[in-house]
């Protein structure tokens, strides 16, 4: 499965300690400059930085269509445009992103985003993880990650925890 990532789910799952089930439920993940900057340059020292920047299931790819990308950045930050636009590129649906915003232009340019609580689910679903509430605990605490009450319980009853 080709797959390209926004910032959000890298570093997020890197702050619990489960950036490898990207490689474990997906393979290669490709990173656009931007979110390769933003995880690896501006972020360094932080969770993932220095795990994207080792990791050989990274591919990092530069965006080619530059009107494309400039039309999308007048609505969205640059890691997310250009998760976009590189999914469009690489004629994969598939793109990791958190944001509301995100995940709705990528909606409107038929693509599937798939946010970190569905990574869990999918990696519980594999056998990857033992527990999706415990992840969602952790993304909680560690990493500050807001998930409302009602899409918490609604997810676990999905895991059949």
């Given at each position: 499965m080709v797959i390209v990532s926004d910032t959000s789910p890298?570093?997020?799952?890197?702050?619990?300690?489960?950036l490898n089930l990207l490689p474990?439920?997906?393979?290669?993940?490709?990173?656009?400059?931007?979110?390769?900057?933003?995880?690896?340059?501006?972020?360094?020292?932080?969770?993932?930085?220095?795990?994207?920047?080792?990791?050989?299931?990274?591919?990092?790819?530069?965006?080619?269509n530059p009107?494309?990308?400039?039309?999308?950045?007048?609505?969205?930050?640059?890691?997310?445009?250009?998760?976009?636009?590189?999914?469009?590129?690489?004629?994969?649906?598939?793109?990791?992103?958190?944001e509301k915003d995100g995940r709705e232009v990528a909606l409107r340019y038929h693509l599937k985003p798939i946010g970190v609580l569905g990574i869990l689910l999918e990696a519980k679903n594999r056998g990857l993880i033992t527990s999706v509430r415990q992840c969602m605990d952790d993304l909680k605490v560690i990493a500050r990650f807001y998930i409302a009450d009602s899409l918490y319980l609604h997810l676990v009853a999905l895991a059949s925890e």
């Open positions: 890298v570093v997020n799952l890197a702050a619990i300690g489960k474990n439920l997906f393979g290669k993940v490709y990173l656009p400059v931007a979110v390769y900057d933003e995880i690896v340059v501006r972020g360094a020292g932080q969770p993932g930085s220095s795990e994207i920047q080792a990791a050989p299931w990274v591919e990092v790819k530069q965006c080619a009107p494309l990308l400039q039309q999308i950045r007048l609505e969205l930050d640059p890691g997310e445009a250009e998760a976009i636009v590189l999914a469009l590129e690489l004629q994969t649906q598939n793109v990791l992103m958190d």
